[in-house]
């Protein structure tokens, strides 16, 4: 009986047996997934360390955009520099978040969150698939990798330190299923960029990865945000200072030495604009870290997604969808006193300086842009109506924004396509391939003159700022810009009328070159002993006027020239402001300080013209 019930047994056992090996089929690998034999390979840590860059672009993290390092909303919106934009109901969970009355199930928050926590697993996962590599690697090569992860991961931690404050922290050796946020995450922070710091090269052949001199100025850059805003209560004073001679020491060295990870000695880009054209913006002289961002690849995963909103509504490029249109605050804050310096008491906010706009003027209606003291960094910062807007023409104001009263009467310009450039079309709105600067020379040059001021080292701090001032000065003097045109320049402070030698110039000019007239056209200066020559040659003008001359007395020495199709032209000088020539009414300038023998004053002319032209520099 035993033995049949064990030949009965052994039959089923050897059915089963039978069964299984023909449902194999069964097992399916997964697919979509990195077995560790692949991931601990050169090729995979390689590619996993790509994967790690590839979320500082937030892609795939959520429709509006916001979740990536540029932090557009996160930064400029919260920090008062732009709204929202569009319309109060599209993207409205960006609208608690503005406000500052976040809900817990806000989807804007998660995004970042989700983001921003996926560059750190990434990054753990290079580090931990370094430990284990299963191909041999040089130690120059693993310092290279490791260096790179940590750079990421501090990046990561210090987006989420600045955005949310106490945060869970794992690393590659985290292995609990609940991370608590009890950990101070500065410390972790300064690890990693110190451990880049020293283990990144100078220079690397992908110019798009991380160096030395990147690590070096986020250091600096963690040194510098705990002095300011995380002061320890039992020695605030003591803990502050520590912080900020820790950021200047990192700052000075980026300074002297540093590099682009492409080999180009850190320096400031000649012209401003430059740095938000496609041609000019990546990877350049001024670059410390930028997001890479490609067209003509195939997929629009490569271009920048982040600003996929960040448009005009209709019209010009895009045509849509008028998210993260400049505050008045921001354009506001461009106006400057006669000798070009901001108003820093706050008052550009008050109505009788602030900029004037066209809120609630159609676009059909008539509107002249104001004609005031502005910093000429302005409109490469906010599209404006009745200034181009790059070379897609005038902006036509009211039309190309979604709802004045919700978002203002101003658009976003910077990063913003021109007319021929390439562009990705794969995807519902189109994309541009500019690179973003997480961080950029000019702003170590502002970071070191804030470490610099609160140590008490003001003429040093004064320095670094003008370096960055001074830039503004340098504008393009044939570039394709729009607006009104002044121009600060000649200091004459000499003793008997003997100028100083100094001709400084700070242009903000407004050309449109199908406009301007094909003879001979310019606006010259010559220094001339105790005088000079301002030179204006025919230009052609949108609105035209029949005949406007700029006359000068022989004393002044300024040159007679016809100006046709002229709004108006005024000098303006420090003691008196003379009108010059509307029609045929031309006063003169007999009450100049040259004619009234004010040898010792300086004084400034300027020249607003409300015109469209060429601009040459002869000085």
Not at 191 to 209: C, I, M, N, W
Not at 530 to 557: A, M, Y
Request: aromatic letters at 12%; glycine letters at 10%; charged letters at 20%.
């Amino acid at each position: 009986m035993k033995a049949i019930k064990f030949a009965v047994l052994s039959s089923a056992l050897a059915l089963v047996a039978a069964m299984a090996c023909k449902e194999k089929f069964l097992e399916v690998p997964q697919t979509a997934s990195f077995t560790e034999a692949k991931l601990t390979t050169k090729a995979g840590i390689e590619g996993s360390l790509v994967g790690a860059y590839a979320v500082l672009t937030g892609r795939h993290y959520g429709f509006y955009g916001g979740a990536g390092a540029a932090n557009w909303f996160w930064g400029t919106v919260l920090g008062g520099d732009a709204n929202k934009g569009s319309n109060s109901g599209d993207g409205s969970q960006m609208n608690e978040v503005q406000r500052y009355a976040t809900q817990t199930t806000n989807n804007t928050v998660y995004e970042k969150y989700a983001a921003v926590y996926e560059g750190i697993v990434r990054a753990n996962i290079v580090l931990a698939s370094l430990a284990k590599t299963s191909e041999p690697m040089t130690e120059e090569e693993k310092n290279r990798i490791a260096g790179e992860a940590r750079f990421l991961r501090g990046h990561y931690y210090f987006d989420l330190k600045k955005i949310f404050n106490n945060t869970p922290y794992a690393d590659e050796n985290t292995g609990a299923a609940t991370v608590k946020n009890n950990i101070d995450l500065w410390p972790k922070i300064e690890a990693d960029f110190l451990f880049a710091y020293k283990h990144l090269p100078e220079t690397q052949s992908a110019v798009g990865r991380a160096n030395k001199w990147a690590a070096a100025a986020y250091l600096a850059k963690t040194y510098l945000y705990q002095g300011k805003y995380d002061g320890k209560k039992y020695d605030k004073e003591r803990h502050n200072r520590e912080k900020y001679l820790k950021a200047k020491e990192m700052f000075d060295e980026v300074i002297s030495k540093g590099k682009t990870t492409g080999g180009l000695k850190y320096a400031l880009m000649e012209k401003y604009g430059d740095l938000f054209q496609a041609a000019t913006s990546d990877n350049n002289k001024e670059s410390v870290f930028q997001i890479e961002a490609a067209v003509g690849t195939g997929s629009a995963s490569n271009a920048n997604r982040d600003f996929i909103l960040n448009y005009p509504y209709t019209g010009g490029p895009a045509g849509c969808c008028g998210f993260i249109p400049p505050s008045f605050d921001l354009v506001n804050s461009f106006r400057t006193s006669a000798e070009g310096l901001p108003l820093l008491d706050g008052s550009y906010n008050n109505p009788k300086k602030a900029v004037k706009s066209d809120m609630g003027i159609e676009s059909k209606e008539s509107f002249v842009p104001d004609n005031g003291n502005l910093d000429p960094r302005l409109d490469y910062s906010a599209g404006r109506r009745g200034i181009p807007y790059w070379n897609w023409g005038n902006h036509p104001g009211k039309s190309w924004i979604r709802d004045q009263s919700f978002g203002g009467p101003y658009s976003p310009k910077k990063f913003v396509y021109n007319k021929g450039d390439a562009v990705d079309v794969s995807t519902w709105n189109n994309l541009t391939g500019n690179n973003y600067s997480i961080i950029r020379f000019a702003d170590v040059l502002l970071m070191a003159a804030e470490a610099e001021a609160e140590l008490g080292n003001l003429e040093a701090a004064k320095g670094y700022v003008n370096q960055v001032r001074g830039r503004a000065q340098n504008q393009d003097h044939s570039c394709s810009y729009a607006g009104s045109f002044h121009l600060p320049c000649f200091i004459y402070s000499g003793r008997k009328g003997v100028p100083s030698q100094q001709c400084r110039r700070s242009i903000g000019k407004r050309i449109k070159p199908p406009f301007v007239n094909a003879f001979g056209k310019a606006i010259g200066i010559h220094c001339r002993g105790r005088s000079f020559k301002i030179r204006v040659i025919s230009v052609e003008q949108l609105v035209p006027k029949p005949r406007t001359r700029l006359e000068g007395s022989q004393s002044f020495d300024m040159l007679s020239k016809q100006v046709q199709y002229f709004r108006s032209i005024r000098v303006i000088f420090r003691q008196h402001v003379k009108k010059f020539c509307f029609g045929e009414d031309c006063p003169t300038v007999s009450s100049c300080p040259m004619k009234l023998r004010m040898f010792g004053h300086a004084f400034r002319p300027s020249v607003h013209i409300n015109a469209f032209f060429d601009v040459k520099h002869f000085a």
